[in-house]
């Protein structure tokens, strides 16, 4: 997303007028009204919203020449649902949560001189059902090669915990392979899974991986694109945590961006700065020696074909 549009939406959203164009403001000057921005300010925002794809308008139009303006009324597209039905995060796509995010990094250097990002809340009382929205926008293909690496893995695997799983986009792959799933991630993820996922056969159990898992034994541990939100202690937790639940032979696969590796694995290291209070982007040579300390043998760090991403992976000795 380019950085205007980006700062754009933000801006729609912190003056009010994103919230009133996509429920009762239909033109420049309703919103203006509503909102207490100005009405050019108004009429630049929605124009520049319907250039982008979230906004049309219904009546009249929205850029006449002359002295005399027919402004239309303007409504909210398919692409702009995601501002106002949360209900089910498959329809919420990426872009809430990177407002969220933009909240952040305005914030970034406050959060550089005390070492604490604001509170989620601060950015979007909305930031889970968001957060959960922008997992569940990753691409099919992602999606599938995540899997297959990991169950090369283990390709005898038959039960899999899917750690830190979001909205189960991958979960749900698994299960579509034929595995017995068990998904685990924070009470208000799961809280959210339980709306969509009721038809699945997934189990969804709420905990923090960082403190423990689900009682095993798991034949696969998988995790995708969540070590880079943890510090590097709680990384060694979670492989500790996966080590225990896991059968011998049994495998641990995470999927992220590997610092050295991934080409932009150090600036997303510091959007984690602007997020988080400790998550970074690690490099091989930390994931190699947190498997080890862990008690994996055979760690392996390589790219995985078709994305932007890393499989990091090590075995359980024994079978």
Not at 3 to 19: C, I, N, P, Q
Not at 131 to 148: E, I, L
Not at 291 to 315: C, K, M, N, S, Y
Request: charged letters at 30%; glycine letters at 10%.
């Amino acid at each position: 997303m380019d950085y205007r549009e980006a700062l754009l939406l933000w801006s729609a959203r912190e003056t009010g007028v994103l919230d009133a164009v996509t429920t009762d403001a239909g033109t420049p000057a309703e919103v203006a009204a509503e909102t207490g921005v100005t009405e050019r300010a108004a009429r630049i925002v929605l124009d520049a919203m319907v250039e982008l794809g979230y906004l049309e308008v219904v009546e009249g139009t929205a850029s006449d020449e002359g002295d005399e303006r027919d402004e239309g009324r303007y409504e909210i597209t398919n692409r702009a649902l995601g501002f106002v039905a949360k209900a089910d995060v498959r329809s919420i796509g990426s872009v809430p949560h990177t407002l969220d995010c933009v909240d952040r990094w305005i914030r970034l250097p406050e959060t550089m001189r005390t070492g604490d990002p604001p509170d989620a809340g601060t950015a979007s009382e909305d930031w889970t059902a968001n957060f959960a929205g922008a997992m569940a926008s990753v691409d099919d293909a992602t999606v599938r090669a995540s899997v297959t690496a990991a169950v090369h893995r283990n390709p005898d695997a038959e039960r899999v915990l899917d750690a830190g799983g979001g909205p189960g986009v991958f979960a749900k792959e698994f299960v579509r392979r034929g595995f017995d799933v068990t998904l685990v991630d924070r009470p208000e993820v799961v809280d959210i899974d339980r709306r969509f996922l009721e038809h699945e056969p997934i189990e969804l159990v709420e905990g923090d991986i960082t403190d423990r898992l689900p009682d095993g034994p798991f034949d696969l541990v998988f995790c995708s694109r969540v070590a880079h939100g943890l510090r590097p202690d709680e990384n060694r937790q979670f492989l500790a945590n996966a080590f225990d639940v896991l059968e011998p032979g049994g495998a641990v696969v995470l999927t992220d961006r590997v610092r050295g590796r991934a080409e932009d694995a150090a600036l997303f290291g510091a959007h984690m700065l602007a997020q988080t209070d400790g998550g970074d982007t690690y490099t091989e040579t930390q994931f190699t020696e947190w498997l080890r300390e862990a008690g994996f043998a055979d760690p392996e760090v390589r790219d995985l074909p078709g994305t932007r991403l890393q499989v990091i992976a090590g075995r359980r000795p024994g079978n």
